[in-house]
């Protein structure tokens, strides 16, 4: 999955000229975090309720209590990597440059919605916890998985674990059928849970 798939393409952003009180309206107004700042159409820097805090007076400038040369990304990026780098740089929001020009932001929260999606919590599924012994067992257990036609949403291996364990989660009919289906293949099922989601 690609940031452009998960990005907000509408941004609100600020001036560096405009009052800080101004970019506090708007991120009160708007229910945003971060203000993309924007001069002549190309982004300068950004501003947060954390850069405001105690700004006085509020006439100040946002230009002069912004954040100069942020973290960017690009649309072609792939949304684990937007993830990383919202966590290694502990902020909130990249805003999104194609060929310099701001096309949309990814925020934690939109990243959060991209782990949701493709973790497949959301649907009816079940969460697992295998253990087994030899070669390839990723492999094995999802084949095992696609005999009971079931798939898998996504996958785990715990490596500190002896014998290794895998967590996964599935999504089929009938979670009996990937049980008997992993047994058959060796692997030993240690917790079946069905997500809330699961009638």
């Known amino acids: 999955m690609l940031v452009r798939d998960r990005m907000t393409r509408r941004v609100i952003t600020i001036d560096p000229a405009q009052p800080a009180s101004e970019a506090s309206r708007l991120l009160v107004r708007h229910r945003i975090r971060q203000l993309p700042v924007v001069r002549d159409g190309q982004l300068v820097g950004i501003i947060t309720h954390r ?6 007076p509020p006439t100040r400038l946002v230009g002069s209590v912004m954040t100069a040369k942020p973290f960017t990304i690009g649309p ?16 909130g929001g990249l805003p999104v440059l194609d060929h310099k020009q701001l096309v949309g932001i990814i925020t934690v929260a939109d990243v959060l919605d991209a782990f949701v999606t493709l973790s497949g919590v959301s649907e009816a599924t079940y ?15 999802r ?3 696609e005999r009971a ?10 490596r500190r674990a002896r014998p290794p ?24 099922v240690l917790r079946v849970v069905a997500s809330p989601h699961t009638g």
Not at 51 to 56: A, H, Q
Not at 76 to 91: C, G, P, S, W
Not at 149 to 158: D, N, S
């Open 76 to 91: 072609d990026a792939a949304v684990d990597e937007a993830a990383r780098r919202l966590r290694t740089y502990k902020i």
């Open 149 to 158: 036609h079931g798939e898998v949403k996504w996958l785990h291996r715990q």
């Open 143 to 145: 084949r095992a998985v």
């Open 165 to 188: 364990e895998l967590l996964m989660r599935v999504k089929v009919k009938r979670v009996d059928d990937v049980v008997t289906a992993l047994e058959a293949d060796d692997f030993e």
């Open 127 to 141: 969460h697992l916890a295998v253990t087994g012994r030899g070669q390839a067992l990723e492999a094995r257990a």
């Open 51 to 56: 850069d405001l805090r105690g700004v006085r």
